[in-house]
């Protein structure tokens, strides 16, 4: 047994910043079928907002028989400088011809993902985690166009979205994984960032979480 210890070395960890955005839009080629990333440049926040899990009671022979705790939805706030070409259809936007769009448009699905830094008392960078979203929907975004002036600044696009969970074996649907860098070896840290952010030979994309799994498993196996 051993006595607790507040604030020892190394134990004063926080997360900041936002980096590495990738946006993840379904690409069908022959019987194969893949979520294919690109950059998300500009990205300024994602706030996670999760919903629900509220708590019901449950009443019987005079006495609090038990409670029920309601299924957990999963949404937030992606603001960004720009955006890729590849969400305009994901923001509602269809071409008509090069350089014409319109919008009001059915809005399709996406997956996302970002980094954020992880730091200590010892380190301002000791790492990151990485934050992957799933079949997400979004809002339209409130744009407002002022004069430019003596203190200029740029637009800032932002979208409220919600999501639809993934089924993860063993587990409950979900719509989040976040990957915890520090805690992956070296080996298995490359073999998924191959995949989500793509080599010279192959396009990034996204996996389901259970691949995520098995490509984590298999770079560690012995």
Same mark, same amino acid.
């Given at each position: ?8 070395? $190394? ?27 690109? /950059? ?47 969400? /305009?259809?994901?923001? $509602? ?25 992880? $730091? ?15 079949? /997400? ?83 560690? /196996?012995?």
């Amino acid at each position: 047994m051993s006595k607790i210890e507040w604030d020892k070395a $190394g134990n004063r960890k926080y997360e900041n910043g936002v980096d590495h955005g990738v946006l993840y839009t379904k690409k069908t080629v022959g019987d194969t079928t893949k979520w294919v990333g690109v /950059a998300w440049d500009g990205l300024t926040s994602v706030a996670e907002s999760p919903e629900g899990g509220d708590k019901t009671d449950l009443w019987a022979d005079n006495i609090k028989y038990g409670s029920m705790r309601a299924y957990e939805s999963f949404g937030g706030t992606i603001e960004a400088y720009t955006y890729p070409n590849e969400f /305009a259809k994901c923001n $509602g936007e269809v071409s008509l011809v090069e350089g014409v769009t319109i919008g009001q448009q059915d809005r399709e699905m996406f997956r996302f993902s970002y980094r954020s830094n992880q $730091g200590s008392d010892e380190s301002d960078n000791i790492g990151y985690k990485i934050h992957l979203v799933y079949n /997400a929907t979004c809002s339209p975004s409130e744009r407002t166009f002022e004069t430019i002036n003596d203190s200029p600044d740029a637009i800032t696009f932002s979208w409220e979205f919600d999501t639809n969970p993934i089924n993860v074996t063993g587990h409950k649907a979900t719509s989040i994984v976040t990957i915890d860098t520090t805690k992956l070896s070296k080996n298995a840290l490359t073999a998924l960032e191959d995949v989500l952010y793509g080599t010279a030979e192959a396009d990034a994309y996204m996996p389901d979480p259970d691949d995520i799994f098995d490509i984590i498993s298999k770079a560690t /196996a012995p």
